[in-house]
């Protein structure tokens, strides 16, 4: 069975210090993985993918096959980056996602 | 674009009552979703449609939730008797399935309260 893990349920980082939320998974074929982020008062949305690679609003993570780890990371947190973030696993062939439990972090100003 | 629409957006119900979820999809978006989310916990998926026919809906308590898209645009979750642990939000997303993995698109939930 597919299963993520974010080990940490809060993150408090001072503004302009690094950023990494946790992720691992255990998934026994070829997964795709996800940050999802919820602000405020706002949806749920998609942060990234990692099929996609991209940098979006300074955040990155990288698919780690060998550790199954998706860690989120970001070098220079800001206060707009205070949310809850939930990283997700699909496998291909459906459109199933399997959430972790989330990170809720928190940027001191 | 107007995004994934759900109604009511809070419900307060005693047990062993019945009660109803709406959700409207973003236009032309053939695959729906029905997420439950309970405090503390991530989403996690309760039915999927692929226009009108149900894809997968293996984590359904069948013998209370039902849901239904019957012309395969807007859905209905239904619970009925509602129980103590169904209180949660219920989240609704829709995707266009293109083959790979598509974005899903969620709406703001219903925030269900059984008391």
């Known amino acids: 069975a597919q299963r993520v893990t974010q080990p940490e349920k809060l993150l408090s980082v001072f503004k302009g210090a690094p950023v990494e939320l946790k992720c691992n998974y255990s998934y026994s074929g070829s997964p795709e993985l996800f940050w999802y982020v919820q602000y405020s008062r706002q949806r749920l949305q998609l942060l990234l993918r990692?099929?996609s690679r991209e940098s979006i609003k300074g955040f990155t993570a990288d698919l780690n096959k060998g550790e199954t780890s998706f860690h989120l990371k970001k070098p220079f947190a800001q206060e707009e980056d205070s949310a809850m973030y939930y990283c997700?696993?699909?496998?291909?062939?459906?459109?199933?996602?399997?959430f972790g439990t989330g990170t809720r972090l928190t940027i001191i100003p | 674009e107007a995004g994934v629409a759900q109604s009511p957006r809070y419900k307060i119900i005693e047990k062993r009552q019945s009660v109803a979820f709406w959700c409207n999809p973003i236009s032309g978006h053939a695959t729906l979703y029905w997420y439950q989310q309970i405090l503390g916990q991530g989403p996690k998926l309760l039915i999927q449609?692929?226009?009108?026919?149900?894809?997968?809906d293996s984590q359904l308590p069948k013998d209370r939730f039902s849901a239904e898209r019957l012309k395969g645009v807007d859905s209905t979750l239904k619970i009925q008797p509602a129980k103590l642990e169904d209180s949660a939000v219920y989240l609704c997303?829709?995707?266009?399935?293109?083959?790979?993995?598509?974005?899903?698109?969620f709406g703001p939930g219903t925030r269900l309260t059984v008391l």
């Open positions: 997700a696993l699909n496998n291909f062939g459906n459109e199933k996602l399997t």
């Open positions: 997303a829709s995707s266009k399935p293109s083959g790979l993995f598509d974005t899903q698109y």
């Open positions: 990692h099929i």
């Open positions: 449609f692929q226009n009108n026919g149900v894809v997968d």
